[in-house]
């Protein structure tokens, strides 16, 4: 447990200095690394139906699938080569990239307010100005820290008047469940389970401040195989249409892979996820810039930093121009 200054924030936002991307050769793949994750259910039908398998079947190149626990391990995995594609928010991609991890956000998968500040249900916190001198857990590197730290901001409160207690999404929850933290910056589904199977309440939720799910890929593989970022969106664009037409299909999907009840995933699914968009534009790059940009005015981001250019180079539009909604 760490009570955290801006500087400090900062880092642990940034997470680790990007590594080189191996494994991706202009010459051709011997593997395609593929992340997959809860919080992005189009991932998963992808990898238990074998979509991307069949798609690359003919050019005989394997597909490895890579579980990403949160943002920040997706982010990793790809500054490391251990997957090609990764699934985050785009404010965890927009900060990894300020931090000098040259990723491409190419695909939108969701549309989800998949965070909330989730507290007990027999708490007495009701409101962001109430988490002073609390505890929180919070995954850093995540969709789920942005938020915390903008809440906590919008509240008039600073770093220094809120221990960050840094845990991966699903001890964050153990923790909340424990009483070993007061409150919990929390992810889809463990957030949803919460809420159903322990009472736990969402005392604050703002659904314009969670940035979208998107894919991502590393500059240097977007440049040396844009054939197979193409083909890839293709595929996902199956497993989309496939989660849109079968509901609850997806929620028994979901629910089976994530381990949880149906009812858990039905409410993820049901209440927080819009699967209908794909193209990324305009509308993710402004909810990227505003998350970026509250940051800086709350001072973790640096003053110097070109938020505005970082966003520009963060989202690459060029292979989704063709796909309909």
């Keep these: 447990m760490m009570s955290m200054t801006r500087r400090t924030t900062l880092a642990a936002l940034l997470g680790a200095v990007a590594l080189p991307v191996a ?6 793949l011997d593997e395609l690394r593929m992340d997959w994750a809860t919080y992005n259910p189009v991932s998963i039908v992808l990898k238990e139906q074998g ?4 798609e690359f079947a003919a050019d005989n190149i394997p597909v490895r699938w890579v579980q990403s626990l949160g943002s920040n391990k997706a982010l990793e995995f790809l500054a ?4 090609h594609f990764g699934s985050t928010a785009g404010a965890a991609a927009l900060i990894n990239r300020i931090n000098g991890n040259p990723v491409r956000s190419v695909y939108v998968f969701s549309r989800p307010e998949w965070t909330a ?44 008047d809120v221990t960050f207690v840094l845990l991966q999404h699903a001890d964050g929850r153990l ?7 007061d409150a919990w910056a929390g992810l889809d589904p463990m957030m949803a389970s919460a809420e ?46 496939w989660a849109l037409a079968n509901p609850d299909a997806l929620a028994e999907l979901l ?27 305009d509308a993710q790059r402004q909810s990227i810039l505003a998350a970026g940009q509250a940051l800086q005015s709350a001072g973790v981001i640096e003053a110097d930093v070109d ?12 292979f989704t121009e063709g796909l309909a909604n």
């Excluded at 923790?175 to 933290?181: E, I, N, P, S």
């Excluded at 894919?215 to 197979?228: G, K, Q, R």
């Design 23 to 28: 494994g991706a050769r202009a010459a051709g």
């Design 51 to 54: 979509l991307i398998e069949k």
């Design 80 to 83: 490391a080569g251990s997957i």
């Design 117 to 160: 500040l989730v507290t007990l249900k027999d708490s007495p916190i009701n409101t962001v100005a109430d988490l002073k001198g609390k505890k929180v857990a919070v995954t850093r590197g995540t969709d789920p820290h942005v938020f915390l730290v903008r809440a906590i901001a919008d509240a008039g409160l600073s770093d220094d």
């Design 175 to 181: 923790a909340l469940t424990r009483g070993d933290v």
């Design 196 to 241: 159903l199977q322990d009472g736990a309440r969402l005392f604050f939720r703002k659904p314009e401040a969670n940035s979208w799910g998107v894919l991502n890929v590393s500059e240097e593989f977007a440049a040396a195989h844009p054939d197979i970022v193409k083909r890839v969106i293709k595929v996902y664009e199956e497993g989309r249409a």
């Design 255 to 281: 629910a089976a892979t994530a381990k949880i009840p149906v009812d858990v995933a039905r409410k993820q699914l049901g209440e927080r996820t819009d699967l209908t968009h794909n193209k990324i534009g």
């Design 307 to 318: 938020v505005q250019s970082a966003v520009d180079k963060l989202i690459d539009r060029s």
